[in-house]
């Protein structure tokens, strides 16, 4: 695939992100979403959403539908309370990796409310959490969730698998999607530690915390991307402690 495609390595700036807010959410779109709608910017490779939210305690998102989909969330702040149709619930937290298949159909809500499952005191603070859709490689799967608490894997360095279905990370710590063209990678940081990108004919690098620099092309703030196309193998350093995530793809809408 890489042979067709001219190396690209495109920056968007958190500034140039798309917005929702209103009074319990405030959430920032790196790609069309809602009646954000951009035909210009619907996705990267099989990236179709990175939303990053910040909710207040006591609210959050209301049950409601989805198909086909493949969503990761990671939480970098707080907790978020999640709870589906198939009987799945639990508490989202940083340091756990969460992914939820919508396959054939699935009804959903999280809500940051976790004192309402534990019987603890009502906090005040928001959560903070960046939600991913991929497309899924075959459609009306069952649906199905996994977590997987992967906080040690973090602490060791370097890039983490958190989701994938590439074969490559069966038995590793990535919760597996249904993609196998598909992997989301995370790392976190502290001021002079480097990773290396891995080589796809898409990438998608997402800043949600911190500053880093990426080899050739500057420094990369809180909310800034970098869409990748036919490359890779440049070194990222945190210029403070930050956090990354990375979307490895081998293929593209279009091109499953």
């Known amino acids: ?16 992100r798309s917005a929702t807010k209103i009074d ?19 996705h990267h490779g099989l990236l179709l959403v990175n939303n990053d939210d910040v909710v207040s305690p006591g609210t959050g998102f209301d049950t409601h539908p989805h198909q086909d989909m493949e969503i990761v969330t990671w939480v970098l702040r707080g907790s978020l309370v999640h709870q589906d149709s198939t009987g799945h619930s639990g508490v ?10 919508a396959g054939s159909g ?3 809500s999280e809500k940051n409310d976790s004192w309402r499952l534990r ?4 906090h005040v603070d928001p959560v903070h959490f960046v939600q991913m859709w991929v497309v899924p490689d075959e459609s009306g799967i069952t649906p199905g969730y996994e977590q997987l608490e992967i906080d040690d894997q973090l602490l060791a360095g370097g890039l983490v698998p958190v989701a994938s279905g590439m074969d490559r990370h069966q038995g590793e710590s990535a919760i597996r999607i249904k993609n196998k063209y598909a992997a989301l990678h995370a790392a976190r940081l502290s ?10 004919p898409f ?19 809180t909310g800034d991307a970098v869409r990748f196309t036919a490359t890779g193998g440049q070194r990222i350093t945190a210029t403070e402690d930050a956090e990354i995530l990375l979307w490895e793809m081998h293929a593209t809408l279009a091109s499953q």
């Open 92 to 101: 989202i937290y940083p340091g756990l990796a969460q992914r939820m298949s």
């Open 191 to 200: 001021p002079g530690q480097s990773v290396t990108l891995p080589e796809a």
């Open 203 to 221: 990438l998608h690098l997402f800043v949600p915390r911190g500053a880093v620099t990426l080899e050739d092309s500057g420094v990369l703030a």
């Open 119 to 122: 019987g603890g005191v009502e």
């Open 106 to 108: 699935i009804l959903h």
């Open 24 to 42: 319990w959410l405030d959430s920032k779109h790196s790609f069309s979403f809602g009646r954000r709608y951009d035909p210009a910017n619907t």
């Open 1 to 16: 695939m890489t042979s067709t495609l001219s190396p690209r390595t495109d920056i968007r700036r958190a500034r140039d």
